[in-house]
């Protein structure tokens, strides 16, 4: 106990200015004081509170070093003059657990003005003169305007005079052939089997139009039976049967160009057309 108070009276709370000299409005100033005390001693510091006359800029720090501990405060005044400012205390924090409070005292500092000392202030400026406002004429605007509609009236009735130039008629669309190759490398040989008995029908409706489309396979050749016509029956029995089943059951890709190698000749056979332009047709749906 009696090295406590020995140690507080050899205590010199001064607090020093850094940096020195008078500091000016808004720099930063150091306020740092140094106690003695042993090198184990911790230290419990207060912060400052901010202020119209002052702002802390960091929370207060200490260090011990060279037999001395060094308490620092950072802060920044905002008006100018001669302030003493009351400093908290701190708490010094033995390691047998014993606390000893140190007074904060005051800090004397001057901070001066960064305004020139003028009595009295220069007077204000005069006001400037009120800035000229060019006006744009919206005439280019307007005359574009009405230009782009004169240019479209004028448009308008030289097409009623001319008139729309007369259009050619489309030719007639040719069906397109079908493709039989892709289809059947797609795996659609049912497909391929119904286009190739379609087109044989066709031309068996254009050579006998007593065996029209409208009728089954069967009732068809009994038609061409009963019109007693020179056409091959039995070919034409065997190629109707075979696609009707190729449609309606799975069969193998080489199979079913055969039958359309078959119905085409005997779309020749039956000569329905004189021009190739039919039997082209069905030609194409082969290659």
């Known amino acids: 106990m009696i090295f406590g108070l020995l140690l507080a009276l050899l205590q010199t709370p001064v607090w020093s200015v850094e940096p020195g000299g008078a500091a000016t409005v808004g720099d930063t100033v150091r306020l740092v004081r140094r106690l003695s ?102 005439a280019p605007l307007v005359g574009l305007v009405l230009g782009v509609l004169l240019l479209t009236v004028l448009g308008g009735v030289l097409w009623r005079r001319v008139g729309p130039r007369p259009t050619r008629a489309a030719p007639a669309a040719r069906r397109p052939a079908p493709p039989i190759e892709r289809w059947i490398a797609a795996g659609e040989p049912r497909a391929v089997a119904a286009v190739t008995a379609d087109h044989l029908r066709e031309r068996i409706a254009a050579a006998a139009p007593e065996a029209g489309r409208h009728l089954d396979t ?19 029995s065997d ?14 890709p080489s199979d079913v160009l055969g039958l359309v190698e078959r119905a085409l000749h005997l779309v020749h056979e039956i000569e329905m057309v004189p021009a190739g332009e039919e039997h082209a047709e069905l030609a194409e749906v082969v290659e």
């Open 239 to 252: 190629v109707l049967h075979a696609l009707e089943r190729a449609r309606f059951s799975p069969a193998v």
């Open 37 to 138: 005390a042993p090198p184990d001693v911790q230290v419990r510091l207060r912060p400052l509170s901010s202020s119209p006359l002052l702002e802390p800029l960091s929370a207060p720090r200490a260090a011990y070093a060279e037999g001395a501990l060094t308490i620092l405060y950072t802060v920044a005044f905002f008006e100018p003059g001669t302030h003493t400012l009351p400093m908290p205390d701190a708490e010094l924090l033995y390691t047998d657990g014993r606390v000893e409070a140190v007074p904060g005292d005051s800090a004397l500092v001057n901070v001066a003005s960064v305004l020139p000392a003028e009595d009295p202030p220069p007077p204000p400026l005069p006001a400037r003169a009120t800035l000229e406002r060019h006006l744009t004429s919206p």
């Open 218 to 236: 069967d009732e068809c050749l009994d038609a061409l039976r009963a019109a007693d016509r020179q056409l091959p029956l039995r070919d034409l």
